[in-house]
């Protein structure tokens, strides 16, 4: 769909059906990629409350709180002087496209996708190369198809570990790898590593160590968004250790935002503050959900198949082709409306429809045991 802005004059930004997360809830909502939200009070403990009422609502800086920065910083192994906090890490994404990428340039994006990951790129008219991964591979990173799509005008090259909508982790090896083949057919490039569900694990699995400190040439973004359950909190960040990347990227965020918010960087902080308490509640019902869901999953083979995450709250599903043609698609996501139920289409992310992105740390574990439920009378419906 094109929507004119004038006589010949299509918007930048395409018509984005994944807003409906925001803008038209529903009962059972599996499309939803957060673990659930925390509430205000949980942070107000202790002089928190004090110091939220005594904060002057004026501007901060243009870097973001000094002592956020540092929680940040120590989480990612990089200096506070290398973070950069944003309006969360959509925003850092377009700070960085609209930073490095002109029309003239080339810009590499591994799919599937969080959408506003191409959005950016899209709207600011470079030339932008997807690389799909693919289902049947389990979403394994393909170094070899994204060096083929370098070129020596590449100045971005962007994708997210563990991924959204799969929960697929890269590996640090493989990250190398792709930094080694850049450095020789794209030597302009910055590599973007999402690493918006790094510290959303499953159980006492360890959390593996941020890219931030890998290569001059990456750049992470993160949120207390995801695996905190803070989306509502608009903070997010950039970590950048070449010092004049990070200062192109503080004019631009001076010149867009100014400053962050106050009152949000401040909850932020303690978010952080009390991570390993509010991660280690997501990560125990996480791990349980995940065990549901696998269980769930064996259940319906043959409806639907499976690629088991390895990090996040989400997690790809596809129905069968051997069972569900192109209609059945279609009345499958009709029955699942019909019974107050969502998926994230596939269609959001850049595959198919018959993939579908599936939640499992937004529901509590009673309501997610409903939702699977009706999940599976739609499939028997469809």
């Given at each position: 769909?094109?929507?004119?802005?004038?006589?010949?004059?299509?918007?930048?930004?395409?018509?984005?059906?994944?807003?409906?997360?925001?803008?038209?809830?529903?009962?059972?909502?599996?499309?939803?990629?957060?673990?659930?939200?925390?509430?205000?009070?949980?942070?107000?403990?202790?002089?928190?409350?004090?110091?939220?009422?005594?904060?002057?609502?004026?501007?901060?800086?243009?870097?973001?709180?000094?002592?956020?920065?540092?929680?940040?910083?120590?989480?990612?192994?990089?200096?506070?002087?290398?973070?950069?906090?944003?309006?969360?890490?959509?925003?850092?994404?377009?700070?960085?496209?609209?930073?490095?990428?002109?029309?003239?340039?080339?810009?590499?994006?591994?799919?599937?996708?969080?959408?506003?990951?191409?959005?950016?790129?899209?709207?600011?008219?470079?030339?932008?190369?997807?690389?799909?991964?693919?289902?049947?591979?389990?979403?394994?990173?393909?170094?070899?198809?994204?060096?083929?799509?370098?070129?020596?005008?590449?100045?971005?090259?962007?994708?997210?570990?563990?991924?959204?909508?799969?929960?697929?982790?890269?590996?640090?090896?493989?990250?190398?790898?792709?930094?080694?083949?850049?450095?020789?057919?794209?030597?302009?490039?910055?590599?973007?590593?999402?690493?918006?569900?790094?510290?959303?694990?499953?159980?006492?699995?360890?959390?593996?160590?941020?890219?931030?400190?890998?290569?001059?040439?990456?750049?992470?973004?993160?949120?207390?968004?995801?695996?905190?359950?803070?989306?509502?909190?608009?903070?997010?960040?950039?970590?950048?250790?070449?010092?004049?990347?990070?200062?192109?990227?503080?004019?631009?965020?001076?010149?867009?935002?100014?400053?962050?918010?106050?009152?949000?960087?401040?909850?932020?902080?303690?978010?952080?503050?009390?991570?390993?308490?509010?991660?280690?509640?997501?990560?125990?019902?996480?791990?349980?959900?995940?065990?549901?869901?696998?269980?769930?999953?064996?259940?319906?083979r043959d409806a639907v198949e499976f690629v088991r995450p390895d990090g996040g709250a989400l997690c790809c599903l596809?129905?069968?082709?051997?069972?569900?043609?192109?209609?059945?698609?279609?009345?499958?996501?009709?029955?699942?409306?019909?019974?107050?139920?969502?998926?994230?289409?596939?269609?959001?992310?850049?595959?198919?429809?018959?993939?579908?992105?599936?939640?499992?740390?937004?529901?509590?574990?009673?309501?997610?045991?409903?939702?699977?439920?009706?999940?599976?009378?739609?499939?028997?419906?469809?």
């Amino acid at each position: 769909m094109t929507v004119s802005h004038g006589p010949g004059r299509p918007a930048r930004f395409p018509v984005a059906s994944m807003s409906d997360l925001v803008d038209r809830p529903v009962r059972y909502d599996l499309a939803e990629s957060t673990s659930p939200p925390l509430r205000v009070s949980e942070l107000l403990d202790g002089d928190t409350a004090a110091r939220l009422g005594a904060l002057e609502i004026g501007y901060g800086t243009s870097q973001g709180d000094a002592e956020l920065r540092a929680l940040i910083a120590a989480g990612a192994g990089v200096s506070p002087a290398e973070v950069l906090v944003t309006a969360g890490g959509s925003s850092g994404m377009f700070l960085l496209a609209f930073t490095l990428c002109r029309p003239e340039d080339d810009a590499v994006v591994v799919t599937p996708c969080f959408p506003p990951a191409r959005a950016a790129l899209d709207a600011l008219g470079c030339r932008v190369t997807p690389v799909a991964l693919s289902f049947d591979d389990g979403y394994r990173l393909d170094v070899d198809a994204v060096a083929a799509a370098l070129t020596p005008q590449t100045r971005l090259v962007s994708l997210a570990s563990p991924q959204n909508p799969s929960g697929v982790r890269f590996t640090e090896r493989e990250l190398r790898d792709l930094l080694n083949r850049m450095e020789a057919a794209a030597p302009h490039a910055v590599l973007l590593v999402d690493e918006t569900y790094r510290q959303s694990g499953y159980g006492a699995t360890p959390v593996p160590r941020s890219t931030a400190g890998l290569s001059p040439r990456v750049v992470t973004c993160s949120s207390v968004s995801k695996a905190h359950g803070a989306p509502g909190v608009r903070v997010g960040w950039l970590t950048v250790t070449d010092p004049a990347l990070y200062e192109s990227l503080r004019v631009a965020k001076f010149n867009t935002l100014i400053t962050g918010s106050g009152v949000d960087e401040l909850l932020a902080a303690e978010v952080l503050r009390r991570q390993e308490q509010i991660l280690g509640v997501r990560r125990t019902a996480l791990a349980a959900a995940l065990d549901t869901l696998d269980r769930w999953a064996a259940e319906h083979r043959d409806a639907v198949e499976f690629v088991r995450p390895d990090g996040g709250a989400l997690c790809c599903l596809r129905l069968r082709a051997d069972r569900f043609d192109d209609q059945a698609v279609h009345r499958f996501y009709d029955e699942l409306a019909k019974r107050e139920t969502r998926v994230g289409l596939g269609g959001w992310f850049g595959e198919p429809d018959r993939v579908f992105r599936l939640g499992f740390g937004h529901l509590s574990a009673p309501d997610f045991r409903t939702a699977l439920d009706r999940l599976a009378e739609a499939l028997a419906a469809a």
